[in-house]
């Protein structure tokens, strides 16, 4: 590892974070050790973005996780794709589409509206850009600030 975990922070806010990770993961998560420790200020940012995925979206709890776990899958962060399958678990969802992410075997898996999402996930990842196909999939099952939504989770 390049940058080694802080095990005892000073700062009373990391603190407090490390007991609220120890009880809800069983462990203190190492983005909690290594980043945030180091810079409490990305902590307060990353809890805005958790508000926002939990309680300022119009999607589906199922939806949010679906985009968070392919967006990570496509950009190759393990940690959060470990940690939107553990949501998923613990939501009682069922890991069959994250499987079929994996796997590459995800054409009969996911209905017309979660091919859009995985569609454009997927193009954005590999060229950082949306074709108007891609969009237009995603405008036909989707609104405008829903489509907002998903890019921000994206």
Known sequence: MRLEPVEN???LFVKIAY????????????PLKVIYA????LLRFAMKIDKFDRKQTSLSHDLRLFIKYAAA????????QDIALAQAVKSQIGTGKFT???????SDVFDEKEQAVLHFIR???????VSDE???ALKKHFSETQIVEI???N
């Open 100 to 106: 079929a992410l994996i796997s590459g075997q995800d």
């Open 151 to 153: 890019l921000a989770l």
């Open 9 to 11: 922070p000073k700062n």
């Open 73 to 80: 899958f496509q950009n190759g962060c393990t940690f959060c």
């Open 134 to 136: 891609n969009f237009a």
């Open 123 to 129: 193009q954005y990842a590999a060229e950082r850009k």
């Open 38 to 41: 180091r810079k409490p200020e």
């Open 19 to 30: 007991w609220f990770s120890k009880k809800q993961f069983g462990k203190i998560i190492t």
